[in-house]
Nanobody, 124 residues
Framework: HVQLVESGGGSVQAGGSLRLSCAAS????????MAWFRQAPGKEREGVAL??????RYAYSAKGRFTISQDNVKNTVYLQMNSLRPEDTAMYYC????????????????????WGQGTQVTVS
């Protein structure tokens, strides 16, 4: 089992940047598929980015603006978000699942057994 704690959310103006962090309670390097999801009010939770053993995948909405990375010493996954837009406003969740990412169906919530509590991002 792994516990996940997100941080780094906040309020920012359009065009600004934020870096979210997801601290894991155990080593996740090459053991867990790590992902960021987000959920805006009234909308379903959607995948944003994921990483496993250095391989990454991004949702269309995140490509070119967001970067997911992993610090294996700190057991932390980051989401660097640049050029933020009002439509990026959402609660952002870190998720994990033991083993590799399901690359042919990467954004299914059912693929992930562990979730953090979320961190709010507001872009105005």
């Amino acid at each position: 089992h792994v516990q996940l704690v997100e941080s780094g959310g906040g309020s920012v103006q359009a065009g600004g940047s934020l870096r979210l962090s997801c601290a894991a309670s155990a080593s996740t390097s090459s053991k867990y598929c790590m992902a960021w999801f987000r959920q805006a009010p009234g909308k379903e939770r959607e995948g944003v980015a994921l990483i496993y053993a250095g391989y990454t995948r991004y949702a269309y909405s995140a490509k070119g603006r967001f970067t997911i990375s992993q610090d294996n010493v700190k057991n932390t996954v980051y989401l660097q978000m640049n050029s933020l837009r009002p439509e990026d406003t959402a609660m952002y969740y870190c998720a994990a699942n033991a083993g590799t990412c399901i690359w042919w169906d990467p954004w299914s919530r059912a693929n992930f057994g562990y979730w953090g509590q979320g961190t709010q991002v507001t872009v105005s």
